[in-house]
């Protein structure tokens, strides 16, 4: 059964950290990784901040070749990076591990992660590579992914649990009953973090129950 883990890393760790020092009230969030030679190539989003010239935001850094713009909408803007595996940070050891990233969001306080392995050895593998290079992760939360009532997709706990309580507190309702806050209160996590789980959320059951695979 897959499992879930969940886990923070400090700003500074992460090379894309260094634009929280020019733009410390942007929110970064990474949409997707792929494995390229060499290279990891995030994509990410940067929201929360309008700026001419979004990639002089980001200092150069020893793990990170290139950084470009590929879109932007207002103040949010769709960026992609090239990263060096043979730099030791959060990302080479998610890769040396085969691990997939669900989510990845970064503020000016830290990075917050949830990650997906097929097997409980490779998030081993990854706790073992972090200690072993010295790259500082807390882990807040290790659990199975579970498929929801049968059916043939899964959600995360934490995504099931973020779905269930904004359709109960009334988040869905026309005119909302609790806002993003009150509801990210709740369960003890920023906006960003919940807005994520949403969104995520709702990807994994329209895919399932709407999208026809060819």
């Known amino acids: 059964m897959a499992t879930v883990m969940e886990f923070t890393s400090p ?3 992460f090379p894309l950290g260094s634009v929280f020092e020019n733009l410390p009230g942007v929110t970064v969030e990474l949409e997707r990784l792929i494995p390229h030679q060499t290279l990891i190539i995030p994509y990410f989003w940067v929201r929360g901040v309008e700026t001419a010239d979004i ?6 850094h020893a793990g990170v070749t290139n950084i470009r713009l590929i879109d932007s909408v207002e103040d949010e803007y769709l960026m992609r990076a090239e990263w060096k595996q043979s730099y030791l940070g959060v990302l080479s050891a998610l890769a040396k ?4 990233v669900l989510s990845g969001i ?8 949830e990650v997906r392995s097929e097997s409980q050895d490779a998030i081993a593998e990854f706790r073992e590579y972090c200690q072993e290079h010295d790259i500082p992760i807390e882990i807040t939360a290790v659990h ?3 498929p929801i009532q049968g059916e043939g997709y899964e959600l995360t ?5 973020a779905l269930v309580l904004a359709y109960e507190r009334g988040y869905f309702d026309t005119p909302r009953e609790v806002s993003l806050e009150e509801l990210a ?3 003890g996590i920023t906006q960003q973090s919940l807005s994520s789980r949403l969104r995520r959320g709702h990807r994994r059951l329209i895919g399932a129950t709407l999208v026809t695979s060819p």
């Open 144 to 146: 199975a992914m579970l």
């Open 55 to 60: 990639e002089d935001a980001f200092d150069p």
């Open 11 to 13: 700003t500074a760790e």
């Open 157 to 161: 706990e934490t995504q099931r649990e």
């Open 106 to 113: 970064g503020t000016k306080d830290e990075w917050r992660f």
């Open 185 to 187: 209160d709740e369960l």
């Open 97 to 100: 591990a085969n691990v997939v």
